[in-house]
């Protein structure tokens, strides 16, 4: 599990991919947050997508509000993800704003936030290890099951790349 941030500043804008402007702190009155943060202009991005769209099935009905963060626009965002846009809450960071609030280094990312901003834990690249811990961290505070992981159709290890592109 990578170092995480103590909190991220309430007043950071978060964009839906529909182009809803709101600060971060709107987004977390009622849920915390489970953000898995990709860069779709890299490889590393794309081979973790189907392993961060199950786990963050698995946690649909939990009390947290299960998010893909993309840093890119609302078109590049669409068309990295396709079908998967419709299906998740999509928050587009071109400016990768909302990454540096998170203190993330390394992309693919899986965060959760809680309702007060603190970033309880924080996983960089695609470590099953690191992302286990952060599922169990959200299914913990949640009352929830957390989903197994890794899977045999999960990617091998990978460490990533520079969150800041």
Partial sequence: MAAVASTVAPDITLRTIGGEDRPFEEW??????????????TNESSWVLGAATRILDA???ADVRVNLVLTCGADEARQ??????????????????????????????????QGDGTVAASAEGWDPASWRAVAKTIATNTSWIAPTIPVASDPSPFHGTPAQG
């Fill in 80 to 113: 990295f993800l396709g079908p998967i846009a419709d299906r998740f809450m999509v928050f587009c960071d071109a400016d990768r704003s909302f990454v540096r609030g998170l203190g993330v280094e390394t992309l693919p990312a899986f965060v959760f936030v």
């Fill in 59 to 61: 946690f649909r009905g």
């Fill in 28 to 41: 977390v009155t009622t849920f915390h947050l489970a953000s898995v943060v990709l860069d779709p202009y």
